[in-house]
């Protein structure tokens, strides 16, 4: 479990966005990368920890609650899960809008959808063509 990830590649294989992990490292749910200057990485151990985040989160704990089981508290529960979903008020969302034109943006949850650039400008490019009549009248989105 030592392979050396970026924090890309982290974001890839967790299924979330840089921005996700930076925040968890921010609220010290997940531990600083390794290394100093740009030999800075994540390993295994730290997709372990995202992924065990994940499932605290799925079964309702609030992200104080999730650093307290993570800290190793007692009387916090975890590990057979349920207990917390007492307090699910409070949900992580990352939503990510792309702009498709003038007046037009499509959202989605990043936590759920991490799509490439390629992937974005392909459903850009595709809403534009669905919006754009055949016989090339009526409203465009503006390409680009």
Do not use: C
């Amino acid at each position: 479990m030592n392979e050396r990830m970026s924090i890309g590649e982290l974001a890839t294989a967790a299924r979330l966005t840089r921005r996700a992990i930076r925040f968890y490292v921010s609220q010290r749910l997940l531990p600083v990368p390794l290394g100093v200057g740009r030999g800075r990485h994540y390993d295994g151990s730290h997709l372990e920890r995202l992924k065990e985040i994940g499932r605290l989160q799925a079964a309702g704990y609030s992200l104080e609650q999730i650093g307290r089981v993570l800290a190793g508290e007692t009387g916090v529960v975890a590990a057979g899960l349920p207990a917390p979903s007492v307090s699910r008020e409070v949900q992580v969302e990352l939503w990510t809008r792309l702009r498709i034109g003038q007046g037009l943006e499509l959202s989605f949850d990043a936590r759920h959808m991490n799509p490439t650039v390629d992937q974005l400008l392909n459903i850009r490019q595709a809403v534009a063509a669905i919006l754009t009549r055949p016989d090339g009248t009526g409203d465009q989105v503006q390409r680009g």
